[in-house]
């Protein structure tokens, strides 16, 4: 069975600049929560997709949103690029979301200059 | 007041030591995450457990749910264990789920 699959691996985008961040997860699996992570933050949940809904949404401004496809596959878009959205973002699959086990990708390291 | 807490949050040891890594959360759960994360950023589930105890090859993870309380131990420690250990719990309020994380342990482990 294939892992959860995260593309790209790595980002360079400038300021100002939108972003569109893929993960598939595993075949089976309906939910994919995102997450940030960042040296000073830890672990910031951004949001959670099931069934191609939004079913939970962290504290992160409006330029942060997502989409999940029928097929499960989502896509993560920050648009307006900051500096501060230099981090590693890492997403989980799970079969339901809560009290499942979530399966993560290797994240896409994205940095903004 | 942090809802996970992990300690210690860094942990030096030699090749073959018992390495304990404690997590201890104030949220009420059903089940408890322990997660590990090697440079380069790849998180690998380790555990899910809502109670006793489980085990996979040499790491074994406890939990007592009335302490709201997991360890998580390395037996017969090796530098590959070398990495950043995480626990994390869901908590759902009014049907947000999300995971609560500790802060995390780096783990090292010198030959």
């Known amino acids: 069975k294939a892992g959860v699959t995260q593309t790209p691996r790595y980002l360079i985008k400038t300021r100002g600049q939108q972003v569109t961040l893929s993960c598939s997860p595993i075949?089976?699996?309906?939910?994919v929560s995102w997450y940030q992570q960042t040296p000073g933050q830890g672990l910031q949940f951004l949001f959670e997709?099931?069934?191609?809904?939004?079913?939970n949404k962290g504290n992160f401004p409006g330029r942060f949103s997502g989409r999940q496809f029928s097929n499960s596959r989502s896509e993560m878009n920050v648009s307006t690029l900051e500096l501060g959205d230099s981090a590693l973002y890492l997403c989980a699959s799970s079969p339901d979301g809560a009290n499942t086990e979530a399966f993560f990708g290797q994240g896409t390291r994205l940095t903004v200059v | 007041k942090n809802e996970v807490e992990q300690s210690p949050q860094n942990l030096t040891a030699q090749e073959g030591e018992f390495i304990t890594i404690n997590c201890s959360y104030s949220?009420?759960?059903?089940?408890l995450h322990w997660l590990q994360q090697h440079p380069g950023g790849g998180i690998v589930s380790l555990f899910m457990?809502?109670?006793?105890?489980k085990k996979h090859g040499r790491l074994i993870a406890t939990i007592n749910i009335q302490e709201k309380h997991s360890s998580l131990h390395i037996t017969a420690s090796h530098p590959r264990d070398s990495a950043v250990y995480i626990c994390?719990?869901?908590?759902?309020?009014?049907?947000?789920?999300?995971?609560?994380w500790g802060a995390g342990t780096k783990l090292i482990i010198k030959p």
């Open positions: 994390a719990v869901p908590f759902d309020m009014d049907s947000n789920y999300q995971l609560i």
């Open positions: 997709y099931f069934s191609e809904t939004q079913r």
């Open positions: 457990l809502s109670s006793g105890k």
């Open positions: 075949s089976g699996h309906r939910s």
């Open positions: 949220v009420g759960i059903s089940a």
